[in-house]
């Protein structure tokens, strides 16, 4: 029993249309579902990916209206990581964000910068050897397209309280290091410590990932919660989320984990070729259909192009 890697990546937007404008219109990631926060559904969750909605590529935002921007901290992920296929790429990514007014970095092997509410990303050239996981977008050339999660960097001032859970509970690798891999039979991705800013007092908000979640096999989350527990961490029951079936608990550095079911996916509530195009509701929630959408923002999405290949 391996965990897949990353499954997906949540983090907070104030500003839902400058969101979807930004990772859609920019980053040329595909909206794979738009539907609402389950424990708070008058706000959007929106997700973003490849093509399919894979595991391994979903970055998902929830949307606080007017949301102050938050700051990294101890606890916390502070940089996303994402997989590219070579050094033209990170050259084509750093003129293409220049061409927009987002200040990038270009150093050897990787390409810095932040999005509009100051989450920070990183793009490597990797060589993993994982399938690419890619979004199709008329401007990005597909062989510069963003392919996925490489791994995240989270701030810790006491690594070593997480190594038990970690490689003994649920079977990271450790790397050099406070490096670790977690890698299953088809993808893998890092996990890595920095040490946290002495100066910085942590702040959750508009700009900050809020948890990350790790790819688990469809019946084996039982297993993995009992794992957890004996770890000494305290896991949430299973949580169904219509999508995906969740467990969550906080790792003893202070970061939300979350194991995720791969599946049943983002298709299985409308066609694939349609994805995020509408308000999508699981079960629960379709009773409140008509108020929710009288609530939430239009959001520029989808975009003429897509529209018009999809029919």
Same mark, same amino acid.
């Given at each position: 029993?391996?965990?897949?890697?990353?499954?997906?990546?949540?983090?907070?937007?104030?500003?839902?249309?400058?969101?979807?404008?930004?990772?859609?219109?920019?980053?040329?990631?595909?909206?794979?579902?738009?539907?609402?926060?389950?424990?708070?559904?008058?706000?959007?969750?929106?997700?973003?990916?490849?093509?399919?909605?894979?595991?391994?590529?979903?970055?998902?935002?929830?949307?606080?209206?007017?949301?102050?921007?938050?700051?990294?901290?101890?606890?916390?992920?502070?940089?996303?990581?994402?997989?590219?296929?070579?050094?033209?790429?990170?050259?084509?990514?750093?003129?293409?964000?220049?061409?927009?007014?987002?200040?990038?970095?270009?150093?050897?092997?990787?390409?810095?910068?932040? #999005?509009?509410?100051?989450?920070?990303?990183?793009?490597?050239?990797?060589?993993?050897?994982?399938?690419?996981?890619?979004?199709?977008?008329?401007?990005?050339?597909?062989?510069?397209?963003?392919?996925?999660?490489?791994?995240?960097?989270?701030?810790?001032?006491?690594?070593?309280?997480?190594?038990?859970?970690?490689?003994?509970?649920?079977?990271?690798?450790?790397?050099?290091?406070?490096?670790?891999?977690?890698?299953?039979?088809?993808?893998?991705?890092?996990?890595?410590?920095?040490?946290?800013?002495?100066?910085?007092?942590?702040?959750?908000?508009?700009?900050?990932?809020?948890?990350?979640?790790?790819?688990?096999?469809?019946?084996?989350?039982?297993?993995?919660?009992?794992?957890?527990?004996?770890?000494?961490?305290?896991?949430?029951?299973?949580?169904?989320?219509?999508?995906?079936?969740?467990?969550?608990?906080?790792?003893?550095?202070?970061?939300?984990?979350?194991?995720?079911?791969?599946?049943?996916?983002?298709?299985? #509530?409308?066609?694939?070729?349609?994805?995020?195009?509408?308000?999508?509701?699981?079960?629960?929630?379709?009773?409140?259909?008509?108020?929710?959408?009288?609530?939430?923002?239009?959001?520029?999405?989808?975009?003429?192009?897509?529209?018009?290949?999809?029919?």
């Amino acid at each position: 029993m391996r965990l897949e890697g990353i499954h997906h990546i949540s983090a907070i937007t104030g500003d839902a249309a400058r969101n979807v404008q930004f990772y859609t219109g920019v980053l040329g990631l595909r909206m794979v579902k738009r539907t609402v926060n389950q424990d708070e559904p008058n706000m959007y969750h929106l997700f973003y990916g490849d093509e399919h909605g894979s595991p391994g590529m979903d970055l998902t935002f929830f949307e606080y209206p007017g949301a102050a921007r938050g700051l990294a901290g101890a606890g916390m992920v502070h940089r996303i990581v994402w997989r590219v296929s070579s050094r033209d790429a990170l050259e084509f990514w750093e003129e293409r964000l220049a061409g927009r007014g987002v200040r990038a970095e270009l150093s050897r092997g990787s390409l810095l910068f932040a #999005d509009p509410e100051g989450l920070e990303h990183e793009l490597v050239h990797s060589l993993a050897g994982d399938r690419p996981l890619t979004a199709n977008a008329p401007e990005i050339p597909g062989e510069h397209a963003l392919q996925g999660f490489e791994g995240v960097r989270a701030y810790s001032n006491a690594p070593v309280r997480s190594e038990r859970l970690l490689g003994e509970a649920l079977g990271f690798t450790r790397q050099e290091g406070e490096h670790w891999e977690v890698r299953g039979e088809r993808r893998g991705s890092f996990y890595a410590y920095d040490p946290a800013p002495p100066e910085i007092h942590r702040s959750q908000g508009a700009g900050t990932v809020h948890h990350v979640a790790f790819a688990a096999g469809p019946g084996d989350l039982e297993s993995w919660r009992t794992r957890v527990s004996d770890a000494g961490a305290r896991p949430t029951p299973v949580i169904e989320r219509f999508y995906f079936k969740s467990v969550y608990f906080l790792e003893p550095s202070g970061v939300l984990f979350e194991l995720a079911t791969i599946g049943p996916g983002f298709a299985v #509530d409308e066609d694939e070729q349609h994805l995020g195009e509408r308000l999508s509701l699981p079960p629960p929630f379709e009773a409140m259909r008509e108020q929710l959408e009288s609530k939430l923002s239009p959001l520029p999405y989808p975009p003429a192009w897509r529209a018009a290949a999809a029919g």
